[in-house]
């Protein structure tokens, strides 16, 4: 197929909604790197060309051939562990935690990549051992294998909220493939009985974040002050907001991180409730569609892959949100296209650019066809 004919073919929704996102995201951006009286250009630069390079890598993927994605998931994969390695041994340290990897005047995380990547190896290995009567516990314990390195690559950095995606992103993705329900509820009883041994893992400031979650002012000055300017952010925007860059929590440097973490309280602030419901109605409306290219495949790599991105997106989303109204622990989740960071964008628009790439070339336009997940 020639360039044109892949163009012609651009499943206009995703990118549109993509760019719409990322419209908001700027904005906010400005607003939260801004002081009143002064001008929050130098991060909104950096965002604004993280778009652009973000479109840029939305069409490489979008524009590789047919099965491309298929034939480079597991060098891919092999290539971000050893990426992951590299982080360990010469990353950059900021705050306690190794996850940067220093270009110049930008940093590169690669623990963003590596959660597409660990969707993309999931993907292969299901649809390579797909079964109509579902895939028993010996093809799925090999799948956990996969999932239980990067956890510990990127849990050794540390960084526990990446870390837990790609677990978000293993369940999602044995509940796509149609691993036996029997199987799931056995996982699900072995998870459970581990989180003891996680708690004692888990160090000291990662627990008071855990005890902060469910008393935020048990330590209103220290480890519960993100929660508590968070939720004052949040609720002080009412129903119709108060007004873009008039935001008081934000522009007087109350609510900490309120660019990465905290976009959401700093756009809610400003926005208010409607305008929260639209922002909630774009990215239900992005993984809407991610699951329809999902359901519609006919391809069993395109459908697992398409499937588990939107997992990957409906987890980001979720748990930024429930950590920004205090109904999570805080973690460092960033919530996509809104919060500020190159790798969270560029992986985001590579993402997208993947099930575009898919839905292309296999995505069933008639009607009255099962799909792949449902066979």
């Not at 982080?87 to 340290?93: H, P, T, Y």
């Not at 989180?195 to 979650?213: E, H, I, N, S």
């Not at 002050?225 to 968070?230: C, K, N, T």
């Not at 650019?353 to 099962?370: D, I, Y």
Request: hydrophobic residues 55%; glycine residues 12%; contains cysteine.
């Amino acid at each position: 197929m020639t360039r044109k004919g892949k163009l012609a073919r651009l499943d206009w929704p995703i990118f549109l909604l993509a760019l719409a996102l990322c419209g908001v995201g700027l904005l906010n951006v400005y607003s939260g790197t801004r002081v009143i009286g002064t001008a929050g250009v130098p991060l909104f630069a950096k965002q604004l060309a993280w778009i652009f390079l973000g479109i840029l890598a939305f069409f490489a993927c979008y524009l590789a051939s047919d099965g491309f994605i298929e034939e480079i998931a597991l060098p891919v994969f092999w290539g971000v562990l050893a990426v992951l390695v590299v982080v360990l041994i010469a990353g950059k340290v900021r705050g306690g935690a190794q996850r940067w990897i220093s270009l110049g005047a930008f940093n590169f995380q690669p623990s963003e990549f590596a959660k597409v990547a660990v969707v993309l190896v999931l993907a292969k290995y299901f649809a390579d051992r797909y079964s109509y009567s579902g895939i028993g516990f010996v093809e799925t314990v090999p799948a956990i294998g996969l999932v239980i390195v990067p956890f510990l690559l990127v849990a050794l950095q540390p960084d526990l909220g990446t870390a837990g995606v790609f677990v978000i992103i293993l369940l999602g993705m044995l509940v796509v493939a149609c691993v036996r329900t029997r199987v799931l509820l056995l996982l699900g009883g072995a998870g459970a009985l581990l989180v003891p041994a996680l708690w004692l893992a888990m160090k000291d400031y990662q627990k008071q974040r855990v005890l902060t979650f469910l008393d935020p002012e048990r330590d209103p000055l220290g480890a519960g002050y993100h929660v508590i300017q968070s939720k004052i952010a949040v609720g002080s925007g009412g129903f119709l907001g108060k007004g873009y860059l008039r935001g008081t929590q934000g522009s007087l440097r109350f609510l900490p991180e309120q660019h990465t973490d905290f976009a959401f309280a700093v756009f809610a602030e400003e926005w208010g409730f409607l305008g929260t419901l639209a922002l909630l109605a774009l990215f239900l409306c992005l993984v809407h569609r991610a699951f329809h290219l999902a359901s519609r495949s006919q391809d069993r790599f395109a459908s697992f892959a398409c499937g588990g991105l939107a997992v990957y997106f409906l987890a980001h989303i979720a748990i930024n949100l429930a950590m920004v109204c205090g109904l999570f622990p805080v973690v460092g989740i960033p919530l996509p296209f809104v919060s500020y960071g190159g790798s969270s964008m560029l992986t985001n628009m590579m993402a997208l650019g993947v099930m575009s790439n898919l839905a292309r070339s296999r995505f069933t336009f008639q009607g009255g066809g099962e799909s792949s997940i449902t066979a």
